[in-house]
């Protein structure tokens, strides 16, 4: 997939990043354009095809969340969102608006790439490995995991800690087995660093689902069916 040229739209009012982008996405032989505004991506999605649409949020001329909802109405195109704007409640509703993932400024292009590699593979119905346990499914080069098929919308460091722990499945682990495991280094001074983000994941995970995250005393933690 990725070895084929893949058209695509940058829609994007920093001129420095959009071409940046551009030229990036030139070495691998891809066919870019790009639009400013709203008003310019709107006739230029409708009227020529894409297969990936990286869509900035704050445009000069408008939301890019609201034109991402617009342009489903005629595009299968794969949608990503580019943006400074971290807040959970606006990649909450880009997801819910159509987008098919969000990548936060800034970023390497390399993850930029593995982003697009596991939407395109999705939308063509080529999924990567998946991790499963119980109720839950997590696709590792996808970045999503899910819970009786409803997609949470977990941080980075959320989703590195569920990764481990599905991986490990009623093995208990400390507290510095899963940052070591989970982040690559050590928190000196910050153990409590697991603690916060295994308790954010109790939230995202439902009450009435079929695993719980819980707490060994004197050890740590480890992920078990909720029955048991």
């Known amino acids: 997939m990725m070895g084929k040229q893949i058209r695509t739209l940058i ?12 030229a990036e996405l030139a070495h691998f032989g891809w066919h870019c354009e790009i639009a ?7 006739p230029m999605v409708r ?9 900035d949020i704050m445009l000069p001329d408008g939301d890019g969340i609201e034109l991402c909802r617009q342009l489903r109405d005629f595009t299968n195109a794969a949608i990503i969102m580019v943006t400074a704007k971290d807040d959970l409640r606006d990649r909450v509703q880009a ?9 936060t400024k800034p970023f390497a292009i390399e993850e930029l ?19 499963e346990f119980q109720d839950l499914r997590l696709w590792p080069e996808e970045r999503t995991v899910e819970q009786n098929g409803v997609p949470l919308s977990l941080s980075r460091r959320e989703f590195q800690l569920l990764q481990v722990l599905m991986g490990n499945p009623n093995r208990a682990l400390s507290r510095d087995q899963l940052l070591e495991k989970a982040w690559g280094y050590d928190f000196y001074g910050e153990s409590n660093v697991v603690d916060v983000t295994v ?13 719980s995250i819980n707490s060994i005393r004197g050890v740590g933690y480890v992920l078990r069916s909720a029955h048991e």
């Open 47 to 55: 009227y020529r095809s894409y297969q990936v649409i990286l869509l």
């Open 11 to 22: 829609v994007e009012d920093h001129r420095e990043i959009a071409r940046w982008l551009k």
């Open 95 to 103: 997801l819910d608006d159509g987008a098919d993932d969000y990548i």
């Open 113 to 131: 790439l593995a982003r697009i590699r596991a939407v395109l593979r999705r939308t063509s119905g080529e999924r990567g490995p998946m991790l």
């Open 36 to 42: 400013n505004t709203v008003e310019l991506a709107k």
């Open 199 to 211: 308790r954010r994941l109790r939230e995202h995970l439902s009450s009435h689902g079929n695993v």
